[in-house]
């Protein structure tokens, strides 16, 4: 029984800390949602509170009549309709939403809450709508009365430098009084929209007006310089065109590839229309037109200017370029002559002769090209400035031909440089041989290992091979080198191993007398030693000598470093 009432007192306790719990969150979660509500109520009172009827009132300042009058009716009705439809409304569903937030109904109060909102939003855009309407009118007006003073001042400056400089203008001085009566007229209708209150109408009035003047004012800074250019300036410089076209024709120049006559022609023609375009202030369109004209008759200029250039160029290098074909032929002859005798003495390559016809085969086209060349020059039936090109591409290819000749010729006499260094380093060979060998004799070397003799003997063959090849008639000067590479390696090889030979020699002597001291005492160096005499009485020193340092470096680990020691001084 006892049991039974225990459990029972859990659960009610458990029940109450469960309703305690929900009385807070839900609690927290009203104080939510009214402090949502609280921020609703607070922006429809602001919204409700906006000062639209002093603005209105700044409005009724303006001539209340046509526009003005129909836009401030219409602000009114809506602001009207803002404070006593929509916002009272929000003011009903304002308060049903907190009737669901007390009976914990949250779902229901955030869509109202959500709906409030967008009402709220939409209000206050229509609201600042209203308020940038009036701004804009008000601002219109005020902004009207500054500038249509400026505009007026300007006109007025328009005017009077047409009148008084009418002469600067030409025939355009029609078309431009007749805009700027156009721009009076457009005063008058301003000063009417503003008398009947359409000001926003007004406004975009100032603005053309401002545009027209503006455009007026830069044709009347542009057209005279453009007037003079068209009647003088370009004029001039296409008759100066002409004659000089017509005069280098008189000195015989080929100029049918400019048709200066016909460009100038259409040239002219251009002009006169926009001279007219200038007159009727087609301005952009005439600007760009004529500097399309001063283009070509810039490109007229250039071209009779490159003629001229390139006659000039032509007599100045046709015959200094007679003159250096003839001496490239000639050093090609004198070339022929050096292959010939240099063949007697001296094995070619097909490589060289290659080069030879080759060089025979760019002289032969230089050649024919320049001949070609002096009969065009001859004909004068080719625009100079071709020709010029041809000459300079004659005289480019004549300056190869130069160069590979200079070159040919310093590999033929590179042959006998050849020669003359092989016989010198053969010289240099024998005798670096003969010091070997004497220095092998005084050396007082017991007898001489097998590998050395025959290295010796491969010095000696490697020498004799060079000097068969010096005899040769017609000498192979590619095959004398390589004998003479393998002859430089031998002797350079046989050199150093004499040295090394002598060295061994001397270490293995002194090392085998320097382990002497040991034999009586150390059975195993006797041992060593006794191996490496036999070694170097079969004259393998190397193999003496490492016996020997082998025996004494188990007793003596310093002693060979101590022989050189000894020998050195």
């Known amino acids: 029984m006892s049991e039974t009432g225990g459990s029972n007192v859990k659960y ?12 807070v969150i839900g609690y927290f979660i009203k104080k939510k949602y009214f402090k949502e509500m609280d921020r609703l109520e607070a922006w429809k009172i602001d919204l409700f509170n ?53 009976r914990y109904r949250f779902n229901k109060a955030k869509g109202i809450q959500q709906e409030i909102n967008n009402k709220l939003q939409a209000t206050e855009n229509e609201i600042n709508k209203i308020v940038e309407e009036l701004h804009e009118l008000v601002g219109s007006e005020e902004k009207n009365r500054t500038e249509i003073e400026q ?22 001085e029609k078309y431009l009084e007749a805009q ?93 229309n926009y001279l007219s375009m200038i007159e009727e202030t087609k301005i952009e369109e005439a600007q760009e037109g004529i500097s399309e004209v001063k283009e070509r008759i810039d490109i007229l200029f250039d071209l009779l200017e490159k003629e001229v250039n390139a006659k000039h160029f032509i007599l100045q290098n046709e015959k200094g370029m007679s003159g ?61 400035t071709i020709l010029c090109e041809e000459l300079k591409e004659i005289k480019t290819h004549i300056e190869i031909i130069q160069e590979e000749q200079e070159n040919f010729g310093l590999k033929l006499q590179a042959l006998r440089k050849d020669e003359f260094e092989a016989r010198e380093t053969l010289r240099e060979l024998t005798k670096k041989v003969g ?94 030693l006794s191996e490496a005499e036999h070694a170097f009485r079969h004259f393998e020193y190397q193999e003496a000598l490492e016996q020997a340092a082998t025996s004494l470096d188990s007793i003596d680990p310093g002693a060979l470093k101590k022989i050189k020691a000894a020998i050195g001084k």
């Open 151 to 172: 505009l007026k001042e300007l006109y007025r400056e328009t005017k009077k430098t047409l009148l008084a400089h009418r002469h600067n203008f030409g025939k355009s």
């Open 50 to 102: 906006r000062p639209i009827l002093d603005e209105m009132s700044k409005v009724k300042q303006l001539n209340m009549t046509g526009q003005t009058e129909e836009l401030f009716e219409g602000w009114r009705n809506q602001w009207d309709d803002i404070v006593t439809v929509k916002l009272p409304d929000l003011e009903e569903m304002l308060f049903d939403a907190e009737e669901f937030i007390d």
């Open 435 to 528: 010091e070997t060998i004497r220095l092998v004799s005084k050396s007082n070397i017991p007898g001489l290992p097998e590998d050395y003799k025959y290295l010796f003997d491969d010095t000696n063959e490697s020498i004799q091979n060079v000097k068969l090849q010096l005899q040769e008639k017609p000498l192979n000067v590619s095959a004398l080198n390589q004998y003479l590479e393998i002859a430089v390696l031998t002797v350079d090889k046989l050199s150093s191993s004499t040295i090394e030979l002598i060295e061994n020699v001397m270490l293995a002597e002194k090392a085998i007398q320097y382990g002497n001291r040991y034999r009586s005492q150390h059975p195993s160096v006797a041992k060593g």
């Open 180 to 272: 700027l009566d156009d721009v009076t007229k457009k005063f008058h209708d301003f000063d009417e929209k503003t008398e009947h209150g359409n000001y926003l109408e007004a406004r975009e009035l100032v603005l053309s007006i401002n545009d027209q003047l503006v455009r007026i004012k830069h044709n009347m800074d542009l057209i005279p310089q453009l007037l003079i250019e068209c009647q003088s300036l370009i004029p001039s410089q296409l008759t100066d065109i002409q004659d000089g076209y017509r005069e280098m024709t008189e000195k015989g120049y080929y100029l049918n590839h400019i048709q200066v006559e016909d460009e100038i022609d259409g040239l002219r023609e251009n002009l006169t």
């Open 12 to 23: 009610f306790i458990g029940f109450i800390i469960l309703l305690l719990a929900l009385f």
């Open 324 to 384: 250096l074909l003839t001496s490239v032929l000639e050093e090609h002859d004198h070339l022929s002559d050096e292959v010939k005798h240099v063949q007697e003495s001296y094995h070619l390559t097909d490589s060289d002769f290659e080069i030879q016809r080759h060089l025979e085969k760019q002289l032969s086209s230089v050649t024919k090209h320049y001949e070609i060349l002096i009969e065009k020059i001859n004909i004068n039936e080719t625009a100079l």
